[in-house]
């Protein structure tokens, strides 16, 4: 029998049409069935991303008050209540300062991450808002762009790009805050949360700050503590006391006690009295700012190096992990009756001895400090922590770590020079030219330039 084309051409169209109105149907209910989802999907979207930019707006604001992106990271992926809480210490901590900013060491002790595992560096190049968007479960999921259906028209004409259509006009059909109707529907399939960092060490650390408030009352408390020690009959009677069993050993010995010697006893009396009544002062104000700045604030630390020495001051700070800054040290000073004493009257002063060794600190400061070297790198990466590492042991305690000019102090005293250390009886001689070994001999040439 012949082959009828016809017949066979008939038959491959009526298999094609058969499927055009159920191909239709199924594009219509999926898409019915999506802008449904997308209906409800909506309000959890919608309550996500206010989340997510809330968490973005608070991290931008603990960046500004002085947070690394590294802190704001870690914060985050803790969740919400991390960044919030983040946020508050940080605004806590400027308001008990007075100030706009936090220092660095401010950030240091209130932020505690022990350790910096390897990071994704597309995560933390990533935007505080899209770090949000996509750890609070509204970020738009990473896929091929829906191709154009295909143009043929008989695919056309047979319904077979219905489904393909159907996805098209959800992918582009705007819903909410710039999201297509695919978008919201994929975003409620996320999680609510993801920490995209579990395993990055922080810990928020509670840490009261020395501010003007905190200062103030430090103040009024010390001098009212040393005004007291020193008022009243019991005062009064201790120190009589000891001018008179001061009178009575010198009586002892047939050599009357001189008016100076007197006044010595009674002021020696006096600052020991002085000195048991602020102590309490001082030790609950480190104890509540130690760890706040207490120690940064040049005039408590003269007000306690004044009345109790600089041994207990420098002893206070160890306590905190702290070290007295260059500009918070007293500088090399003697007595004219210490240079008798120690060096004869023919010995040059210390100024005098200065001025013929070596130049001027402000002198050398006009020859070196126009020379400006690499600041300290500050990022948390490997390669960046390892930079960090290589620049302290070139420049640490030479150049500003934060500008990079060079750190100039005063020259090298003469071996022959002398300095007087702590009060009262407790004074000591020692060598200037040994204190000034301790603090520069590592880091500094005798004329006080930097080793570099």
Known sequence: MAFNKNAFA????????AGIEEREERAEEFEEQQRAAAERNAAIVSTRKLR????????????????????IIAAMSSGMTGISELYQKLQAAANQKGVRKLSEDDIEAIINMPTVPPINGQLVDMSLQDFANKTFGVSQLDRAEEQEPSGNIVRK??????????????????????????????????????????????TLMDVEFYGPAAKGKFVNDFKDAASDAISGTVAQTFIQTQVNNYIDEKAATREPATPSEIAQVRKDAQDYLIQQAVREVILENTS??????FFDDPTTTD?????????????????YGKELEEDQTTEPTNTEQDQEKVTGDDTP???????????????????????TYPTRPTGVSRKDRKKAEQWDKKYKGKVDPDTGSVIVVEPRPSEEMTIVKGKGRRQVTVSAAKEWDKKYADTHNPDGSPKL
């Open 349 to 371: 002063t210390q100024e005098e001895a200065t001025e013929e060794e070596a130049p001027s600190t402000e002198d050398k400061e006009e020859e070196v400090s126009t020379e």
């Open 10 to 17: 008939a038959s491959f169209l009526n298999q094609l049409t």
């Open 303 to 319: 007000l306690i190096r004044e009345t109790m020495g600089e041994d207990f001051l420098i002893d206070q700070m160890n306590l």
């Open 52 to 71: 997510a930019d809330e968490a973005a707006q608070l991290g931008k604001k603990a960046q500004t008050l002085g947070a690394r992106k590294e802190h």
């Open 157 to 202: 004409l047979f319904g077979l790009n219905d489904m393909a259509m159907a996805r098209k006009r959800l992918q582009d059909t705007e819903y909410v805050d710039g999201m297509s109707i695919a978008d919201i529907n994929e975003a409620a399939r996320q999680a609510e949360y993801t920490s995209l960092f579990p395993d990055l060490g922080f």
């Open 288 to 293: 509540a700012y130690g760890r706040g700045g």
